[in-house]
């Protein structure tokens, strides 16, 4: 078909309008629905140049009116609902506060000083433990002593933190 089918198509549409938007709407369960999909397929046939071959122009038509719903909801998918946005800002928010901030500054320096009062070989070797993720075998062979000697020290490093935490909380 040409600009000839084209033309056909406008009018068919005009004259077809009321029972296009009753079967729409039916099919859609919205007349509002229905009206959108009949605009957006009324400016979709109005800014067309030309059109292949329609072989069934009514079947033609409420196909593109179809297409032209499903279009929207495809669009309308995409876009947040009201209820969608007023969730967003009804997220917590994650940033501590000036009290955690200061709970968090407090603690560590209660974790400096426990680590001070450690030996300095015991002090280098939990925090080349825990601190920069060293195996047992690589801090023996940093530091020039056995494996067994590193163990005993890390066990001490513990042992000697905990109870001073305990110490602290009680």
């Not at 729409?24 to 071959?53: E, N, P, Q």
């Not at 499903?70 to 209820?83: V, Y």
């Not at 928010?93 to 560590?108: I, N």
Request: glycine share 4%.
């Amino acid at each position: 078909m040409t600009d000839a089918a084209l033309s056909t198509l406008r009018r068919l549409f005009i004259d077809r309008y009321d029972d296009l938007k009753a079967r729409l709407t039916k099919r859609l369960g919205s007349a509002d629905l229905a009206g959108d999909a009949l605009h957006d397929t009324w400016v979709r046939l109005s800014r067309a140049d030309s059109v292949g071959v329609v072989q069934s122009p009514d079947s033609y038509l409420f196909r593109a009116v179809l297409n032209a719903a499903e279009d929207q909801r495809r669009a309308d998918k995409r876009h947040l609902t009201a209820i969608e946005i007023d969730s967003l800002f009804d997220l917590a928010d994650e940033t501590p506060g000036p009290e955690q901030a200061l709970q968090a500054r407090s603690d560590l320096q209660t974790f400096e000083s426990v680590l001070a009062e450690l030996p300095p070989r015991r002090r280098a070797i939990l925090l080349a433990r825990r601190l920069d993720g060293l195996s047992r075998e690589e801090i023996a062979a940093r530091l020039g002593v056995s494996i067994r000697l590193v163990t005993k020290e890390l066990r001490l490093a513990h042992e000697h933190c905990v109870a001073r935490f305990r110490n602290l909380q009680d």
